[in-house]
T-cell receptor, first 114, second 119 residues
Framework: DGGITQSPKYLFRKEGQNVTLSCEQN?????MYWYRQDPGQGLRLIYY???????QKGDIAEGYSVSREKKESFPLTVTSAQKNPTAFYLC?????????????FGQGTRLTVV | AQTVTQSQPEMSVQEAETVTLSCTYD???????LFWYKQPPSRQMILVIR??????QNATENRFSVNFQKAAKSFSLKISDSQLGDTAMYFC????????????????FGKGTLLTVNP
């Protein structure tokens, strides 16, 4: 089945550690996105990528890094520079075209700093 | 300035009644896309309805319809015959060409409206 997979579902990190969240899609979508969701804040865009080896900063990129070495994969690293990393993270991929524009989402990763 | 504004943090409606959720957006682009997504307690994001800016006709999907006012930059969602399963967080989203140019399209969300359908 085609879809977008995020792993792990729950992740715990000690302060000062980097951690990488996985996002894989087999929908052959060009665009991929990472969002952070906090209560009352909606979904805030961290990074997005339209093509391999290219990505753009979103609205809250500080303390995060990404790579896009393969079309199918867009991992997000939460670095120790991110001061408040505890949040729910959502990955999405999208297709854009007449009648078929839509973003598909993974099931999310809940990151907790302990 | 916020790109997508949802002015109603919470709303409630009685089962079988109609409710309208509001959304406004800010852009100088002429080519863009608008969406409403639903996020139930499972937190899985589900597409409810979409609208291409170049289409004047309002999109409809069964009980869900939009009122797209391009000049006013408004994109409201109407839910008819509300059902208990409609209880969820609803997000308005806006996809437009990125300022970085090329083929990049930025997808931005509002803060959401929590809709509760009461029996």
């Amino acid at each position: 089945d085609g879809g977008i997979t995020q792993s792990p579902k729950y992740l715990f990190r000690k302060e000062g550690q980097n951690v990488t969240l996985s996002c894989e899609q087999n929908l052959n979508h060009d665009a991929m996105y990472w969002y952070r969701q906090d209560p009352g804040q909606g979904l805030r865009l961290i990074y997005y990528s339209q093509i391999v080896n290219d990505f753009q900063k979103g609205d809250i990129a500080e303390g995060y890094s990404v790579s896009r070495e393969k079309k199918e994969s867009f991992p997000l690293t939460v670095t120790s520079a991110q001061k408040n990393p505890t949040a729910f993270y959502l990955c999405a991929s999208s297709i854009r075209g007449e009648g078929s524009t839509e973003a598909f989402f993974g099931q999310g990763t809940r990151l907790t700093v302990v | 300035a916020q790109t997508v504004t949802q002015s109603q943090p919470e709303m409630s409606v009685q089962e079988a009644e109609t409710v309208t959720l509001s959304c406004t957006y800010d852009t100088s682009e002429s080519n863009y896309y608008l969406f409403w997504y639903k996020q139930p307690p499972s937190r899985q994001m589900i597409l409810v309805i979409r609208q291409e800016a170049y289409k004047q006709q309002n999109a409809t999907e069964n009980r869900f319809s939009v009122n797209f006012q391009k000049a006013a930059k408004s994109f409201s969602l109407k839910i008819s015959d509300s059902q208990l399963g409609d209880t969820a967080m609803y997000f308005c989203a806006f996809m437009k060409p990125s300022a970085s140019g090329g083929s990049n399209y930025k997808l931005t969300f509002g803060k959401g409206t929590l809709l509760t359908v009461n029996p």
